[in-house]
């Protein structure tokens, strides 16, 4: 993978030395369950990372994340997102919750609130910044669905994450 690395897994592996660091400073039950959240999704992104760098994608659901993470800036319907998979919009909602055991929708919105994490972790960028970049109109709205999947306010998780 050396070779192939993508900006986009340069920097998760970033964020997972961040992650093993945190770990190295402090192994009390709260801050290794607070990192662990995070390890699954660093994982599949850097298999999918890997994967993606070694050909065409010919799978339907492979086809549709790698579009969502090329747009992770704009709202993206489950109309598009069946198009680019090249199925009808029934379909590919069950083909995409068979392979990936959740919505489109709450996958795009998963994988956007785990691009804020790495973007609250490594960059001076302020919530409303991240918020815009991330395809929300309104920061207080994003704020609210980041709370909900990671526990703490954008801002709180930040100074959790600065050591």
């Not at 659901?61 to 790698?66: G, L, P, T």
């Not at 980041?146 to 526990?151: D, E, L, N």
Request: charged share 25%; hydrophobic share 40%.
């Amino acid at each position: 993978m050396a070779g192939h690395r993508t900006s986009a897994s340069k920097e998760w592996l970033g964020l997972f030395d961040q992650l093993i660091d945190s770990l190295e400073k402090d192994l009390s039950y709260v801050n290794v369950a607070y990192n662990c959240s995070f390890l699954w999704p660093l994982l599949a992104e850097l298999v999918f990372q890997e994967r993606m760098a070694f050909g065409k994608i010919d799978d339907p659901v492979d086809k549709a994340i790698q579009f969502m993470r090329d747009n992770s800036e704009v709202q993206i319907s489950l109309t598009e997102l069946a198009r680019v998979a090249d199925l009808s919009v029934s379909r590919f909602s069950v083909v995409f919750k068979k392979k990936t055991g959740t919505s489109p929708n709450e996958y795009v919105l998963e994988m956007k609130m785990h691009k804020a994490c790495n973007l609250l972790i490594t960059t001076r960028m302020t919530v409303r910044e991240i918020a815009q970049m991330l395809g929300f109109d309104d920061p207080y709205y994003f704020s609210r669905c980041f709370k909900k999947r990671m526990g703490d306010s954008p801002q709180i998780f930040r100074d959790k994450s600065a050591y």
